[in-house]
C-alpha cells in the first residue's frame, strides 16, 4: 500500500469545498526534505473542469490551475510555506463561487468549515461542516440553523464506501453530531456509528475512520 495512506496525521489539514475529488495527497505539515519538482496534492473538480495542484519549486511552491485536460491557465507562487494552505483554501473556494454565482459574485473568502486531513481517493460529495462549538451557543442563536442532518459526506468509489455527519436532531440545541459509515450503500448496517457534541472529538473520529479505510480494515 502506499506509504502516504498510511500517515495521514501527518497530512495538512484542509477545508475542501463540495465536488472535488482529491486525486493525490502528500501535503504534509513538514515538507523541509522534498524535492524540487514534487507534487504535493492534486485536487479536481471534474463538474466545473478545474485540476489545482501543488508542485515543490526550487525556493517556493507553485499552486498550478489547469483544466481537466492538464491545460495550464494558471500559477500562483507561495514562499512563505505557513500560507501555502490559507492560499490553496482560497483558490478552490474562489473557483467554487465563480462557477456557482457564474462569475458575479463577491468573494469574500473560504467559509469557516472543519479543516480536515483527507487522504486521496475520497470526493468531498458536500460539506457544511462549519467550525461552530455547539456548547458556546445561546439556544436562540440562529448559528443553529447550520445545525443540521446534511453536514458533510465523503465518498471513497473505489471501497464502495460513504462517510456521512450531520447532526440529530437537526437544529436542536440538545442534538449530538453523528458519523457513520456505509459500505455497498447498506445504510440498515453502518460499519461505524458513534455521536459526540464536541468539534474536536468529531474531527478525530473522522479522521480515524480514513485511517482506518487507508489501512484496508473495512474490505
Same mark, same amino acid.
Given at each position: 500500500?502506499n506509504?502516504?495512506?498510511?500517515?495521514?496525521?501527518?497530512?495538512e489539514?484542509?477545508?475542501?469545498?463540495?465536488?472535488?475529488?482529491?486525486?493525490?495527497?502528500?501535503?504534509?505539515?513538514?515538507?523541509?526534505?522534498?524535492?524540487?519538482?514534487?507534487?504535493l496534492?492534486?485536487?479536481?473538480?471534474?463538474?466545473?473542469?478545474?485540476?489545482?495542484?501543488?508542485?515543490?519549486g526550487?525556493? #517556493?511552491?507553485?499552486?498550478?490551475?489547469c483544466?481537466?485536460?492538464?491545460?495550464?491557465?494558471?500559477?500562483?507562487?507561495? #514562499? #512563505?510555506?505557513?500560507?501555502?494552505?490559507?492560499?490553496?483554501?482560497?483558490?478552490?473556494?474562489?473557483? #467554487?463561487?465563480?462557477?456557482?454565482?457564474r462569475?458575479?459574485?463577491?468573494?469574500?473568502?473560504?467559509?469557516d468549515?472543519?479543516?480536515?486531513?483527507?487522504?486521496?481517493?475520497?470526493?468531498?460529495?458536500?460539506?457544511?461542516?462549519?467550525?461552530?462549538?455547539?456548547?458556546?451557543?445561546?439556544?436562540?442563536?440562529?448559528?443553529?440553523?447550520?445545525?443540521?442532518?446534511?453536514?458533510?459526506?465523503? =465518498?471513497?468509489?473505489?471501497?464502495?464506501?460513504?462517510?456521512?455527519?450531520?447532526?440529530?436532531?437537526?437544529?436542536e %440545541?440538545?442534538?449530538t453530531?453523528?458519523?457513520?459509515?456505509?459500505?455497498?450503500?447498506?445504510?440498515?448496517? %453502518?460499519?461505524?456509528?458513534?455521536?459526540?457534541?464536541?468539534?474536536?472529538?468529531?474531527?478525530?473520529?473522522?479522521?480515524?475512520?480514513?485511517?482506518?479505510?487507508?489501512?484496508?480494515?473495512? =474490505?
Amino acid at each position: 500500500m502506499n506509504d502516504l495512506l498510511n500517515s495521514i496525521k501527518s497530512l495538512e489539514p484542509i477545508n475542501i469545498p463540495s465536488g472535488w475529488f482529491v486525486k493525490y495527497n502528500d501535503l504534509t505539515v513538514s515538507q523541509d526534505n522534498v524535492k524540487p519538482n514534487t507534487k504535493l496534492i492534486e485536487l479536481e473538480k471534474q463538474r466545473y473542469n478545474a485540476v489545482v495542484k501543488i508542485i515543490k519549486g526550487e525556493d #517556493e511552491y507553485l499552486i498550478h490551475i489547469c483544466d481537466d485536460h492538464g491545460e495550464l491557465m494558471d500559477t500562483i507562487n507561495v #514562499e #512563505e510555506r505557513q500560507q501555502l494552505v490559507n492560499e490553496l483554501e482560497r483558490i478552490i473556494w474562489k473557483i #467554487e463561487a465563480a462557477a456557482f454565482e457564474r462569475y458575479i459574485f463577491i468573494f469574500e473568502g473560504p467559509p469557516d468549515y472543519l479543516r480536515l486531513r483527507i487522504p486521496q481517493g475520497w470526493t468531498v460529495s458536500y460539506n457544511k461542516l462549519i467550525d461552530i462549538d455547539p456548547d458556546q451557543l445561546e439556544e436562540d442563536s440562529d448559528d443553529w440553523f447550520n445545525f443540521t442532518s446534511s453536514l458533510l459526506q465523503l =465518498e471513497h468509489k473505489e471501497s464502495r464506501l460513504i462517510l456521512d455527519v450531520g447532526w440529530y436532531e437537526d437544529i436542536e %440545541p440538545s442534538g449530538t453530531f453523528y458519523v457513520l459509515l456505509i459500505k455497498n450503500l447498506d445504510w440498515e448496517n %453502518p460499519l461505524e456509528d458513534m455521536d459526540t457534541r464536541r468539534p474536536e472529538k468529531l474531527v478525530s473520529e473522522i479522521e480515524a475512520i480514513l485511517q482506518n479505510a487507508a489501512e484496508q480494515k473495512y =474490505e
